[in-house]
């Protein structure tokens, strides 16, 4: 993945896109932080999730610059948004997460609330990257429910 940011940082360089390459130059420094802080080359796997990361916070940042009345910078961190969940793998629709969910609690014979954590830690691994966490917990409870 460093590989693939480093190539677009110079097509956006080339390009003169100054929003992508601040971006881009973002994300690639926070991978690094990341190996640095690890000792070893990041996975793909640990990639994502420091993408998402960087997405939950400019997301949360979004909101309180525009509590404040500040929409030129939450405009700005929309744009860098964007670049960030393009190297995020394909995320899956409500329909497709609440199919995983109910074959999920199939397989593992789920009787109801108590077993959101067996639930949960199976589809956590199996749809990393693809689904938001409070997203997926949420419909874990739903479904959890109407047994």
């Given at each position: 993945m460093k590989?693939?940011?480093?190539?677009?940082?110079k097509?956006?360089?080339?390009?003169?896109?100054?929003?992508?390459?601040?971006?881009?130059?973002?994300?690639?420094?926070?991978l690094?932080?990341?190996?640095?802080?690890?000792?070893?080359?990041?996975?793909?796997?640990q990639?994502?999730?420091?993408?998402q990361?960087m997405?939950?916070?400019?997301?949360?940042?979004?909101?309180?610059f525009?509590?404040?009345?500040?929409?030129d910078?939450?405009d700005?961190?929309?744009?860098?948004?964007?670049?960030?969940?393009s190297y995020?793998?394909?995320q899956l629709?409500e329909?497709?997460?609440?199919?995983?969910?109910?074959?999920?609690?199939?397989e593992?014979h789920a009787?109801?609330?108590?077993d959101m954590g067996?639930?949960?830690?199976m589809l956590?691994?199996?749809?990393?990257?693809?689904?938001?966490?409070?997203?997926?917990?949420?419909?874990?409870?739903?479904e959890?429910?109407?047994?």
């Open positions: 590989e693939k940011i480093s190539n677009d940082i097509e956006a360089m080339k390009s003169k896109d100054t929003v992508r390459l601040s971006a881009l130059r973002m994300i690639l420094a926070e690094v932080n990341k190996e640095k802080e690890k000792g070893i080359p990041v996975t793909e796997e990639a994502v999730q420091v993408l990361s997405v939950r916070k400019r997301k949360d940042a979004i909101e309180q525009r509590a404040a009345g500040r929409h910078l939450a700005k961190e929309t744009a860098e948004v964007a670049v960030i969940q995020l793998p394909e629709s329909d497709e997460i609440r199919t995983h969910v109910r074959t999920a609690i199939a593992l009787h109801g609330p108590k067996k639930v949960m830690g956590t691994k199996k749809l990393a990257g693809r689904v938001s966490g409070s997203v997926l917990s949420s419909i874990v409870k739903e959890l429910q109407k047994l």
